[in-house]
């Protein structure tokens, strides 16, 4: 569970923990009265990159600098201006507990992750044959991307029957039947036409018509932004079930002669689900739980990948391959920062990390820049291609299987990155 | 002697950096006059759109701040009015898309917040003009800084960068000091550049911005930063603010 800093001494460990990451690493920490810019250990720039990061860590946005007070300058000022604001009354105090100044909530029902699967396309092709179909020379795909094997949907599956079967799966670990549904979250970059992609799922799955459906856009980010939801519609009575479920067949739309094969060639097709309820059973194995979200768009990567169809069915491509790699990996790198300071765990007690992975190669310089273990990273673009929003859920799938009967003291958090065109970035946190 | 078309007065630690632009063939290249021994100048006598001789000698430059040149002695020849300096600069160094705003790919902070910057060795000049779309301020760090986020017309968002611009700070300034109650500042500004500000500048039809990189720092960021934006603040616009 997530526990936001209450008192003094832990808004100052949060604040010196910001320090920590601003200045550069031989640094001392300056003591709780000295002037960060007179004393010269901050400029402008770094200054305001502190306060944001404070604001970040203490669940407070926009907290500096509202109220015709000037941004702080020392430890001892910022301490007492978040220590002000968590006990006033327009952060929520109420009997002693700030409630808005913890959007991280101390989530004790919380919203644990009790069933999960996942559902690949029935055929694979090498990435050879997908050079041939796309006119790339022999190789291009494996050289460039990474990429050994695609996922395609068979004539017989869509996005409605691979979800499906990931759906039941989920169900079926969680012991949970389908009249025990609450919500059904979809969201899918492939699906198009009405009834929507929630409402086709409902009915697939015979859901009662007291489960609601809702779609997800998103891209890419799908999953992390349906945890996001589920998590809120968990803290509201009267929700215990909900169902994450996304699916994308990118194998129909992303064709040759309508978009270029170093873009089209690297996707595959497949789907995932995830139970998530309110409750869980007190065992020495309890279920992840949704510890933090974090997220947002930073719009000037924004023009690196931007598709649309046309009116004719033609599709609209602007893809800027080598740019949107860089973004994906820094923003993919800064998802997982955002987490460790929102949540207080390091990426260096991680039992696992599930990744967005547009194609291994990004993946692979990642690894590097992020100091990624290896071993923790369950590889689905390699084998599978970009599945879309299922790519770190798959991931996710594959990390819970691994780790998810262990012992809690056995077992560290689960870390879930991910981008999409936008550029969008979402990470969840599960413990 | 070589003549400048001031283009950039910016506030720089204890004085001013300065940018101008050498007409040359197909249009204008940006010069950074420095003075001897230090890239600041302590008082600069000119405004923006003057047009100055300086005795420039060019020096081996440290990435990506291509620009630098000594300058020596310096007398004003005459002055171009701000649509005149504003069309010039768009015959200088310009980008549609961020990527080509340094030649190179920009990084978010390391440390999570919204500021960009651009690697030293990859940059291929430190001076970049674009087109904007919109643009907002952020007061609620004023006094100790002044932030801007722009759209460019490609649709690509600069988020929170620094405005080092000389005329903007000063305008920012003049407004705080009409303003008795302090403690309402921030709200009174933001408020201010939200409706009125932001709206004189959509308005306009020099809208343009000219885009810095920071001198790298310890841990090898260069910083992006609002050198100008067009157009420039306008004296009567105080009286709105009152």
Redesign the interface.
């Known amino acids: 569970m997530n526990t936001n800093p209450k008192t003094p001494d832990e808004i100052r460990d949060s604040i010196r923990n910001?320090l920590r990451?601003?200045l550069?690493v031989d640094s001392e920490l300056p003591a709780d009265e000295k002037n960060w810019?007179t004393s010269g250990l901050l400029?402008?720039?770094a200054?305001?990159?502190?306060?944001?990061?404070v604001e970040?860590a203490l669940g407070l946005p926009?907290l500096?600098?509202?109220?015709?007070?000037?941004?702080p300058?020392t430890i001892r000022s910022a301490v007492e201006i978040a220590g002000a604001a968590i006990s006033r009354a327009e952060y929520g105090v109420a009997g002693g507990t700030a409630t808005r100044a913890m959007p991280e909530k101390n989530s004790s029902a919380a919203a644990f992750i009790t069933g999960w699967g996942a559902s690949l396309g029935g055929t694979i092709i090498t990435s050879e044959i997908a050079d041939a179909e796309f006119g790339l020379p022999a190789g291009t795909l494996k050289e460039r991307a990474g990429i050994e094997t695609l996922r395609r949907a068979t004539q017989e599956e869509d996005e409605i029957s691979l979800a499906r079967n990931a759906a039941h799966d989920a169900l079926q670990k969680s012991v949970l039947s389908v009249q025990d549904l609450d919500w059904v979250l979809a969201t899918s970059e492939t699906f198009q036409g009405f009834p929507s992609f929630a409402a086709r799922m409902h009915t697939s799955l015979l859901a009662p018509q007291s489960c609601r459906p809702l779609d997800v856009g998103g891209g890419c980010t799908g999953i992390a932004k349906c945890f996001a939801i589920a998590e809120a519609f968990l803290s509201r009575p009267g929700t215990r079930n909900v169902l994450v479920v996304s699916a994308d067949v990118h194998s129909r739309i992303l064709v040759p002669g309508k978009v270029p094969g170093e873009f089209g060639g690297l996707f595959g097709d497949g789907a995932c689900a995830f139970l998530i309820n309110r409750d869980a059973a007190a065992t020495s194995t309890p279920p992840y739980s949704i510890h933090s979200c974090v997220g947002g768009c930073?719009?000037?990567?924004?023009?690196a990948l931007q598709l649309r169809r046309r009116a004719d069915d033609s599709i609209s491509l602007n893809f800027?391959g080598e740019?949107l790699a860089?973004?994906a990996i820094?923003?993919l790198e800064?998802t997982l920062?955002?987490l460790e300071?929102r949540s207080g765990k390091s990426r260096e007690s991680a039992s696992a990390f599930a990744m967005h992975q547009p194609n291994h190669r990004v993946m692979e310089i990642l690894l590097r820049r992020a100091k990624l273990p290896r071993d923790k990273v369950p590889f689905i673009a390699q084998s599978c291609g970009n599945l879309g929003a299922s790519t770190c859920g798959a991931a996710l799938c594959a990390a819970l299987d691994m780790y998810s009967a262990k012992v809690r003291n056995e077992r560290g958090p689960i870390f879930l990155a991910t981008v999409a065109p936008g550029v969008i970035w979402d990470g969840v946190l599960l413990d | 002697m070589t003549e400048l078309l001031i283009s950039e007065i910016t506030r720089m630690?204890g004085g001013f950096c300065v940018i101008g632009i050498k007409k040359e063939n197909e249009g204008f290249r940006s010069v950074r006059p420095v003075p001897l021994h230090t890239f600041r100048w302590p008082q600069f006598p000119y405004s923006r759109g003057d047009r100055v001789d300086f005795s420039l000698v060019k020096f081996p430059s440290s990435r990506p701040h291509f620009e630098d040149c000594s300058a020596s002695s310096h007398r004003k020849l005459g002055t171009v009015p701000e649509g005149g300096l504003v069309d010039s600069l768009k015959q200088a160094e310009v980008a549609d898309?961020?990527?080509d705003l340094f030649g190179c790919?920009?990084?978010?902070?390391?440390?999570?917040?919204?500021?960009?910057f651009a690697i030293p060795d990859a940059a291929k000049r430190s001076i970049s003009g674009c087109g904007i779309r919109s643009v907002q301020f952020i007061l609620?760090?004023?006094?100790?800084?002044i932030?801007v986020s722009l759209?460019l017309n490609?649709?690509?968002?600069?988020?929170?960068l620094?405005v080092v611009d000389r005329d903007w700070c000063e305008f920012v300034d003049s407004l705080a000091t009409q303003k008795a109650n302090?403690?309402?500042?921030?709200?009174r500004l933001d408020t201010f550049f939200g409706t009125f500000i932001e709206q004189q500048i959509l308005l306009s039809p020099i809208r343009f911005a000219r885009i810095g990189l920071?001198r790298p720092t310890?841990?090898g960021h260069c910083?992006l930063m609002l050198d100008s934006l067009f157009p420039l603040p306008r004296p009567e616009w105080r009286d709105a603010f009152s």
């Open positions: 910001c990451l601003i550069p810019i400029d402008s720039m200054h305001v990159e502190l306060l944001l990061c970040r926009s500096f600098g509202q109220k015709g007070s000037a941004p300058r930073a719009g000037m990567y924004s023009s800027r740019a860089q973004a820094d923003l800064k920062g955002e300071i | 630690r898309i961020l990527e790919h920009l990084h978010p902070s390391p440390t999570g917040g919204d500021s960009v609620r760090f004023y006094p100790d800084s932030r759209t490609s649709g690509e968002v600069l988020p929170s620094p302090r403690k309402q500042l921030p709200r920071t310890r841990e910083w």
